[in-house]
């Protein structure tokens, strides 16, 4: 049967992957642009994660030690919950800037402006492939969240 420490490494590790797997995701963001891709990677996550990996791996001292990590682990769970919601936030707002695009494009077509309707179009599709983009991460994040998290909660609960 495996000890704490190794459920605990095994779940940090879920993490881990999971987090790398949305970086790859965000570096697919940078081909759309890349300020948005740096401010939608999140290495500063998985920094932490591996660093409580590392230190998973070592003999607990005592039981606060382990409450320690159990609360570091669910802190770093808010930050990536709020990351998810912030995500989403952002996905309504390229959605609404599709709208906005539309609305241009035929308005330029009312005003006999063929070219500047089909650039408000290209930029209505932009910001609608944006929108699904960061629509599916926060899809994906928001799934992690609900895995990780009953995952953590067996693990306390398995400690006790």
């Not at 599709?98 to 009312?110: D, I, M, P």
Request: glycine share 4%; hydrophobic share 40%; proline share 2%.
């Amino acid at each position: 049967m495996a000890s704490q420490g190794e459920k605990f490494a095994e779940l940090a590790e879920r993490i881990e992957r999971e987090l790398k797997r949305m970086n790859d995701a965000a570096a697919a963001a940078a081909r759309l642009g890349p300020a948005r891709a740096r401010e939608t990677a999140i290495p500063w996550f998985a920094r932490v994660l591996s660093r409580l990996r590392r230190r998973s791996k070592e003999q607990p001292n005592a039981g606060d030690e382990e409450a320690r990590r159990f609360d570091e682990v669910e802190r770093r769970l808010e930050s990536l919950e709020e990351y998810g919601a912030a995500l989403a936030r952002e996905a309504e707002q390229h959605a609404a800037n599709a709208g906005e695009w539309e609305r241009c494009a035929e308005l330029a077509v009312l005003a006999g402006n063929d070219d500047l309707a089909r650039e408000a179009l290209s930029r209505q599709r932009e910001a609608l492939h944006r929108a699904s983009s960061l629509e599916r991460q926060a899809a994906t994040i928001s799934a992690a969240m609900a895995e990780y998290t009953s995952a953590l909660a067996a693990l306390k609960a398995s400690s006790r």
